[in-house]
């Protein structure tokens, strides 16, 4: 039995030295397992003479510690190898790394604009009130101008003690104008970048969810021609030095006298493309003088102070910056558009 057990080990001490790492795990089944030579010997113990027991059992156990011994040895050292082979020179694995969203980085954009002019960014709530977003915005219950408006409401249970109307998704940041003046003593010049829901029909150009930002100032002595600077600032910092704007008298319960503003048609300068539908100019916002009635709703006495806003879409601001002519790409979260903001 003695010569058995030497020939287990002479066998082990080559097999483990030859190993690699994966043979590891198998020669330790082999040698030390349940089923191993050393196991059965172990088991016909007991039939030798009881003066042979102790010394084989010994012999035994002795070289099952070395077999192990020799296992634990053999596995740290092919790991040190392999982390030897470890070359700190390599270049990296090129790293996938996310890019901002285009609406992100326009509305980023604009908000720098403004903010060069003093303005501050404030945020909103997504989740208004019927008076917030109608009512003291000078939109009564029955004004026709809330058809286009009327948009998402949330189910009664969730409204809150100090909600005045229904709760509905906002139609437009224009209630944040509310809140900022109810909450903030004039001069006031801020800006409120946010998502805005309409029941619109999902096409290239329209979506039921899309991203405004909204602009208002609150001062002593601002005029109309204050507006317009701010404006003509931001659309030449924004697209080109060049670009003119043109002011159409238009209608916004809150807003008066009101306008909407065309920028010339970035991709022709105003000569007549298929962008501009042949016209030479692009719809971009609405604006106007804050009607006395919402300085009033917000307690601010419109007899000292005067007030301009605006607010504009972001998407079509995007669209009209990179040359994008579906704006449901904005929102699909396909790769291949993404990606092409990297360099932004
Ligand atoms: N809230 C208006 C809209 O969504 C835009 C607007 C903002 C007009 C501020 C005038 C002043 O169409």
């Given at each position: 039995m003695e010569e058995e057990i030497l020939k287990i080990k002479k066998e082990a001490v080559q097999q483990i030295t030859a190993a690699t790492a994966a043979e590891l795990e198998s020669l330790h089944i082999k040698f030390l397992g349940r089923k191993s030579l050393l196991a059965q010997l172990t088991a016909r113990l007991r039939e030798l003479p009881p003066a042979q027991k102790p010394l084989i059992g010994r012999l035994i156990n002795e070289t099952k510690r070395t077999i192990e011994q020799m296992l634990e040895e053999k596995s740290g050292a092919l790991a040190k190898a392999e982390g030897e082979e470890f070359d700190l020179t390599l270049p990296a694995l090129p790293q996938a790394c996310g890019s901002l969203h285009p609406l992100t980085l326009v509305a980023e954009e604009i908000e720098e604009v403004f903010k060069n002019l003093g303005f501050v960014v404030a945020e909103g709530d997504e989740i208004e009130d019927e008076d917030h977003n109608f009512s003291a915005l000078n939109i009564p219950l029955e004004h026709p101008s809330r058809d286009m408006f009327d948009t998402f409401y949330l189910e009664e249970g969730l409204h809150k003690k100090e909600t005045q109307g229904r709760l509905l998704l906002r139609s437009h940041t224009s209630p944040a104008q509310i809140r900022v003046m109810r909450n903030l003593r004039p001069p006031l010049a801020v800006l409120v970048p946010g998502r805005v829901y309409r029941p619109d029909a999902v096409d290239a150009t329209h979506s039921f969810m899309f991203h405004q930002i909204e602009g208002f100032a609150v001062d002593r002595d601002l005029r109309f021609s204050d507006l317009k600077g701010v404006l003509i600032n931001f659309a030449r910092?924004?697209?080109?030095?060049?670009?003119?704007?043109r002011f159409r008298?238009?209608?916004?319960?809150?807003?008066?006298?009101?306008?909407?503003?065309?920028?010339?048609?970035?991709?022709?300068?105003?000569?007549?493309?298929?962008?501009?539908?042949?016209?030479?100019?692009?719809?971009?916002?609405?604006?106007?003088?804050?009607?006395?009635?919402?300085?009033?709703?917000?307690?601010?006495?419109?007899?000292?102070?005067?007030?301009?806003?605006?607010?504009?879409?972001?998407?079509?601001?995007?669209?009209?910056?990179?040359?994008?002519?579906?704006?449901?790409?904005?929102?699909?979260?396909?790769?291949?558009?993404?990606?092409?903001?990297?360099?932004?």
């Open positions: 910092k924004l697209f080109t030095a060049e670009t003119q704007l008298p238009s209608f916004f319960p809150f807003t008066e006298p009101s306008a909407e503003v065309d920028i010339s048609c970035i991709i022709c300068k105003g000569k007549g493309c298929t962008v501009c539908k042949g016209n030479g100019w692009l719809e971009v916002l609405g604006c106007g003088m804050i009607h006395p009635r919402v300085l009033q709703a917000c307690g601010i006495d419109s007899k000292k102070w005067q007030g301009y806003a605006f607010g504009m879409g972001v998407e079509r601001i995007a669209m009209l910056k990179f040359g994008i002519d579906d704006i449901r790409l904005f929102y699909n979260n396909h790769k291949k558009f993404l990606e092409q903001f990297n360099a932004f």
